[in-house]
């Protein structure tokens, strides 16, 4: 699978939105870009998946640049409940397979 | 209730002992997994089931078996405990359709373990 980089942190006023990006430069074309959250030291909860059109459902939007090699989830309208660790994920849809690495730490404020 | 229930939730345990963490989910699904979390670290997949007849190690297996005892259920041993060991540990479930939608895993709440 594609590897994938993330800032290690940031910070967003509740809100406002909130725009993770993700760079996924060596993704290929049968790989979809999935998000995943943590909240604290819960389990993993999964929040949108993409192949390349923009996608959207009651949590978030995810953005795919038209050659694929980045995204970005966003929340618009970030709440202090969304203070979590977000991972992006680059996998072809096999669940074995999805590497969670460190993720941005996304810490919402007052 | 949760769809994927871990017990314990919490366990202190010495090296050496023998401990049990079960997974139990009432999603019907057919595929099932554990992690193990470090501090500030990513997930990492210890073993994976995709039916009752099928086991498959994963990333990190040594000094861990797991037993799938139905459809509903999969748990992970350590046989022997030791100290390296203690983490955070998540079992996980994902359906089977054919599509992207089979990388959407559901997570349970976590199994704290702590080997002194």
């Known amino acids: 699978d594609a590897k994938t980089t993330q800032p290690t942190s940031m910070d967003c006023a509740e809100g406002r939105a909130a725009n993770l990006p993700c760079n996924h430069s060596?993704?290929?074309?049968?790989?979809?870009v999935y998000w995943y959250r943590q909240i604290h030291s819960q389990g993993p909860q999964y929040i949108i998946h993409g192949l390349k059109n923009n996608e959207t459902n009651e949590m978030a939007s995810l953005i795919i640049t038209e050659d694929r090699k980045s995204s970005t989830l966003i929340l618009p309208h970030a709440t202090l409940r969304d203070t979590a660790v977000y991972y992006c994920i680059v996998n072809t849809g096999t669940a074995s397979k999805l590497t969670f690495g460190t993720g941005t730490r996304l810490q919402v404020t007052l | 209730d949760a769809d994927v229930t871990q017990t314990p939730r919490n366990r202190i345990t010495k090296t050496g002992k023998r401990i049990m963490l079960e997974c139990s989910q009432t999603k019907g699904h057919d595929r099932m997994y554990w992690y193990r979390q470090d501090p500030g670290l990513g997930l990492r997949l210890i073993y994976y089931s995709f039916d009752v007849k099928d086991i498959n190690k994963g990333e990190i297996s040594d000094g861990y078996s797991v037993s799938r005892q139905a459809q509903a259920k999969f748990s992970l041993s350590l046989e022997s405990a030791i100290p390296n060991q203690t983490a955070l540990y998540f079992c996980?479930?994902?359906?089977?359709?054919?599509?992207?939608?089979?990388?959407?895993?559901?997570f349970g709440e976590g199994s704290r373990l702590t080997v002194l």
């Open positions: 996980a479930t994902s359906d089977l359709k054919g599509g992207p939608d089979d990388g959407e895993l559901f």
């Open positions: 060596t993704i290929s074309g049968n790989e979809y």
